[in-house]
Nanobody, 121 residues
Framework: VQLQASGGGLVQAGGSPRLSCVAS????????MDWFRQAPGKEREFVAA????????NYADSVKGRFTISRDNAKNTVYLQMNSLKPEDTAVYYC???????????????WGQGTQVTVSS
């Protein structure tokens, strides 16, 4: 499985960028798509997850109500819509995927490259 993330950049506080992650290779509906982030000097943390089937998603408390994860199965693409960005959302954002039913993991099976999101105050 290959994952290609895009959509990062420099954003003002309060902005609403959208990240995209295109999955290719041996993807299947048995995989869950994840977004993680790693801020400078901090450990990588879970942000959100969604299955390829169904609409139920899971979010970290820090982004709940501001971020929305969604997917377009026809395009094999998962999105992370980020609203009301704060400077503390500055991080490298990674898409990832893991096999299973749980909408959470600390150890995805595959990682994409990161995309930097920098929020200016």
């Amino acid at each position: 499985v290959q994952l290609q993330a895009s959509g990062g950049g420099l954003v003002q506080a309060g902005g609403s960028p959208r990240l995209s992650c295109v999955a290719s290779g041996r993807t299947s509906s048995s995989y869950v798509m994840d977004w993680f982030r790693q801020a400078p000097g901090k450990e990588r943390e879970f942000v959100a997850a969604i299955r390829w089937s169904g609409s139920i998603a899971n979010y970290a408390d820090s982004v709940k109500g501001r971020f929305t994860i969604s997917r377009d199965n026809a395009k094999n693409t998962v999105y992370l819509q980020m609203n009301s960005l704060k400077p503390e959302d500055t991080a490298v954002y990674y898409c990832a995927t893991h096999k299973g039913l749980l909408l959470f993991t600390l150890h995805p099976d595959y990682w994409g490259q990161g995309t930097q999101v920098t929020v200016s105050s």
